[in-house]
């Protein structure tokens, strides 16, 4: 049965090790030493290795902490903030990557919680359709789509940036392109 404070310790022990060592460092068996637990409280916490890395994405990456207050914070002007959310989203992705790449290659299992996996996405499409509910954009905005591409477009370019070292187009995208560009454009303003 998982326990919060072994499973905290867990999580800072991988991070530690994440941190010294890379992805490469974090096994399940470097992680239970350096935590002081046994491997057998790292597969009770997460399941397998997958699991205590999404754990760590979710729980101690700071560029992800940023992104979501990013995302539920609040702002003056709607260009301003969505530039601030994909220069953020790109950060975020240029940190999760590497960690995450070697699970894109194997098979994946069935996860219980798929709403549950990716936090920003979600966090965006929930802030999105309070802006639509609010009257902040168009009729016709949909908030779900709108999430996906502008994190698909901030995955994109930070998968250039890591695998090229640029990227066709880089973080300061101007808001009001973003938002002409999503569709949130109210329509006394298209006109």
Request: glycine letters at 6%; hydrophobic letters at 40%; one cysteine or more.
């Amino acid at each position: 049965m998982p326990r919060p404070r072994v499973r905290n310790q867990i999580i800072i022990a991988a991070r530690s090790l994440l941190d010294t060592g890379g992805i490469k460092a974090i096994t399940t068996k470097a992680v239970a030493e350096h935590a002081g637990v046994t491997e057998a409280s790292v597969f009770n916490n997460f399941g397998d290795k997958s699991g205590l890395i999404q754990a760590i994405v979710r729980e101690a990456m700071p560029e992800q902490q940023a992104l979501t207050q990013c995302i539920e914070g609040d702002f003056e002007e709607i260009e301003s903030w969505l530039e601030e959310v994909f220069s953020r989203s790109i950060i975020y992705f240029r940190t999760i990557l590497p960690m995450t790449a070697p699970f894109l290659s194997s098979p994946q299992k069935k996860h219980d919680n798929p709403q549950g996996f990716y936090p920003p996405r979600l966090a965006l499409f929930r802030r999105f359709q309070t802006l639509k509910t609010e009257g902040q954009t168009s009729e016709r905005f949909n908030p779900k789509l709108a999430a996906m591409m502008l994190m698909g477009a901030a995955m994109h370019t930070a998968t250039t940036q890591l695998t090229l070292g640029s990227s066709d187009f880089d973080e300061s995208v101007a808001g009001s392109e973003l938002i002409h560009t999503l569709g949130m454009t109210l329509e006394a303003e298209e006109n």
